[in-house]
């Protein structure tokens, strides 16, 4: 599985977009992006996945080039709520197992 | 969607003993998993569950130290053995559900908090 790359935090505010990139260099043809976000003492829960351009749906988006080496999550207009560690993630599009990497820990501040 | 119901929530234990964990889902699932996340740190696949065979373990993970069971498609449990302080995470069982629209998506328990003295 692709080896991924985020910032290990970012801090917001209120109402601001927040943007978190995350680098996949390595990923397969046949490997989905997907993102996972995860609060204190909760298990992680799927947010959004894509393979390429461009996917929204009611919590966020994903934008992914064409050459599928990064992948942005985009956050519009985060509240306090947001706060969590956000997880970028290759998976198969047969399934299997994900590999968690360090994540990305987003502080929304008022 | 997915009810994962995992038990205990919580535990204390001595070391040296053993705890047993139960995963039970209230749909029917392609696959499971067991995940050990450390105080601050992101998760690590320990294992995926075989229904009806071994358990398949990731490099670090062997079987007599966390041996696995899954009896049937919805059920399954992690026995974290001879333990020791450096045990003392939170463990998460994961599954993945038959028609689920998005392929990438797996649910997961809210997590056993075992601590070790």
């Known amino acids: 599985l692709a080896k991924t790359t985020q910032p290990i935090s970012m801090d917001s505010y209120e109402g601001q977009e927040v943007n978190i990139t995350c680098s996949h260099n390595n990923i397969a043809t046949n490997d989905y992006i997907t993102w996972y976000q995860q609060f204190p003492s909760q298990g992680p829960r799927f947010i959004i996945q894509g393979y390429k351009t461009k996917v929204t749906n009611e919590v966020a988006s994903l934008f992914i080039p064409a050459d599928r080496k990064s992948s942005t999550l985009s956050l519009p207009r985060v509240s306090l709520s947001d706060t969590a560690v956000y997880y970028c993630?290759?998976?198969?599009?047969?399934?299997?197992?994900?590999?968690f990497g360090q994540g990305t820990e987003l502080s929304v501040k008022p | 969607s997915a009810v994962i119901s995992q038990k205990p929530s919580r535990d204390i234990c001595q070391r040296g003993t053993s705890l047993t964990i139960q995963c039970q889902v209230d749909?029917?699932?392609?696959?499971m998993f067991w995940y050990r996340q450390q105080p601050g740190q992101s998760l690590t696949l320990i294992a995926t569950?075989?229904?009806?065979?071994?358990?398949?373990?990731e490099s670090g993970f062997v079987i007599d130290k966390f041996p696995i069971s899954r009896p049937n498609l919805t059920f399954s449990t992690l026995t974290v053995s001879n333990m020791s302080p450096e045990d003392s995470s939170i463990y998460l069982c994961?599954?993945?559900?038959?028609?689920?629209?998005?392929?990438?998506?797996?649910?997961f328990g809210e997590g056993s908090r075992l601590t070790v003295l």
């Open positions: 749909s029917q699932v392609t696959m």
């Open positions: 994961s599954v993945e559900v038959v028609g689920t629209p998005n392929t990438g998506e797996l649910f």
């Open positions: 569950a075989n229904q009806g065979s071994e358990a398949t373990y």
């Open positions: 993630l290759p998976r198969n599009e047969q399934g299997g197992k994900l590999i």
